[in-house]
C-alpha cells in the first residue's frame, strides 16, 4: 500500500492563529486519504474548504496539490477495493491500527478484532444454558488459507 502521499512539502505560509500549519496540512491530507471530501476535511480541522483550495493554488503549493489528488485516489481505490471472501468470517474483523515513530504516522499494523467473535460466543453460551432466543444461521463461508 502506497502512502507516499504524505510525504510532500508544505505549503509554506506566514504563521497565524488560524493559518494551516504544516502539520494542519499533513492532517488534511490524511482526512483526505481516509475518505472525507475536502469539506469535510477541512471542517474537521476547524478551517474552511475554500482557504484549503485557496492553499492548493498558493505558489509553491504544487506539491500539496499532488499530496491532495494522490489522497482522492488512495481513498477512491480502498472504497472500490473488493472485500475478501475470508472479512468478518466467525466474527473476526481486521483494524488497522496507526504506527508512529518519532510524532510521525510511517504506517499502519493490520490487527485481529476479536470483539465480534466474543460476542458470538457470548451469544452461543446463552443459548446453551437456554436464556436467549437462537442465532439466525448464517450462510457458511469458505474457509482462506493463510
Known amino acids: 500500500m502506497d502512502l507516499s502521499f504524505l510525504r510532500f ?19 488534511f491530507i490524511l482526512n483526505l486519504a481516509r475518505g472525507m471530501g475536502p469539506a469535510q476535511a477541512a471542517r474537521a480541522l476547524g478551517r474552511s474548504r475554500q482557504t484549503a483550495y485557496a492553499l492548493r493554488e498558493k505558489p509553491g503549493g504544487e506539491d500539496f496539490a499532488r499530496a491532495w489528488d494522490a489522497a482522492l485516489e488512495f481513498a477512491r481505490r480502498i472504497d472500490a477495493a473488493p472485500s475478501s471472501p475470508c472479512a468478518g468470517r466467525g466474527g ?3 483494524i488497522w491500527v496507526p ?4 510524532g510521525r504516522l510511517v504506517g499502519f499494523v493490520v490487527r485481529e478484532d476479536l470483539r465480534g467473535a466474543m460476542r458470538r460466543l457470548g ?8 436464556s436467549a432466543r437462537p442465532i439466525r444461521p448464517r450462510p457458511i463461508s ?3 488459507s493463510t
Do not use: F
Not at 512539502?9 to 492532517?27: F, H, S, Y
Not at 504506527?99 to 518519532?102: D, F, I, L, P, V
Not at 451469544?123 to 437456554?130: F, H, P, T, W, Y
Open 9 to 27: 512539502t508544505p505549503v509554506p505560509v506566514r504563521a497565524r492563529r488560524d493559518g494551516w500549519t504544516p502539520v494542519l496540512q499533513r492532517r
Open 92 to 94: 473476526i474483523e481486521e
Open 99 to 102: 504506527r508512529y515513530y518519532r
Open 123 to 130: 451469544q452461543l453460551d446463552r443459548i446453551a444454558e437456554g
Open 142 to 144: 469458505i474457509p482462506c
